[in-house]
């Protein structure tokens, strides 16, 4: 099953505007991570962020975590139709040990 | 190619036949996970292994399923006797146990599996 729901399902910006995605979920977590997915391809990790972390940056994205409200961002600045993807959240829990469980995604396309 | 390998990377198959697909992981990694994911959906989890046990295995993987990791290298996903509801993308990744635990995952491409 799916931990996590993202908001929106689908977003459409042009290049050079900032994208921003939400993902919620619904037990506590140890870390959640955020994934991106071209068409058709495997899952590149982009970002992990710890239970004890509020934010977090690595280039042109930046997570925030909220653990009060189960909630968790991605920001991605100044975006590319390089960034066109799928980008999923996944949370990792603590005495599972092991696998990591998916939101739905967000699909984002980034036009010229 | 240093990447997590899958193979193949599309299977089209006649429902009621077996299938087999191979994950060969990142070669320092001792964690191997196995998820699926439908059209639209994010990936959902199957199994796991560390090293050649296999430590935890999801509701959906039904008796079907078999994955094995034998030496703790590559690892096998068979699917035996398909249905047209097991077409789906078999994702395949593999992670170091580090000090803490759910280190990121490195993905293969998967295989495309379609039963027809």
């Known amino acids: 099953s799916q931990q996590g729901e993202e908001d929106p399902q689908a977003l459409s910006i042009q290049e050079g505007e900032n994208a921003t995605m939400n993902c919620s979920y619904k037990?506590?977590?140890?870390?959640l991570q955020w994934y991106r997915q071209n068409s058709g391809r495997g899952l590149v990790h982009l970002i992990l962020?710890?239970?004890?972390?509020r934010e977090k940056h690595s280039g042109r994205l930046r997570v925030t975590l909220d653990t009060s409200k189960k909630s968790s961002s991605l920001l991605i600045t100044a975006s590319r139709a390089a960034d066109t993807a799928s980008y999923f959240c996944?949370?990792?829990?603590?005495?599972?040990?092991?696998?990591?469980?998916f939101g739905t995604g967000t699909r984002l396309q980034v036009t010229l | 190619d240093t990447g997590v390998s899958q193979d193949p990377r599309h299977k089209i198959t006649k429902r009621g036949q077996n299938v087999t697909f191979r994950c060969d992981p990142i070669s320092e990694h001792n964690r191997l996970y196995w998820y699926r994911q439908t059209l639209g959906q994010g990936p959902e989890f199957l199994t796991y292994?560390?090293?050649?046990?296999?430590?935890?295995k999801s509701r959906l993987l039904s008796d079907r399923f078999s994955a094995e990791r034998p030496k703790g290298s590559f690892s096998t996903l068979e699917i035996q006797r398909t249905e047209q509801g097991d077409s789906a993308m078999y994702l395949c990744s593999s992670s170091r146990r580090g000090g803490t635990t759910n280190e990121k995952l490195f993905f293969g491409s998967g295989t495309q599996l379609s039963v027809l």
């Open positions: 292994f560390q090293n050649e046990a296999q430590l935890e």
């Open positions: 962020i710890r239970s004890n972390e």
């Open positions: 996944a949370t990792g829990h603590t005495g599972t040990a092991s696998k990591l469980t």
């Open positions: 037990t506590s977590i140890n870390n």
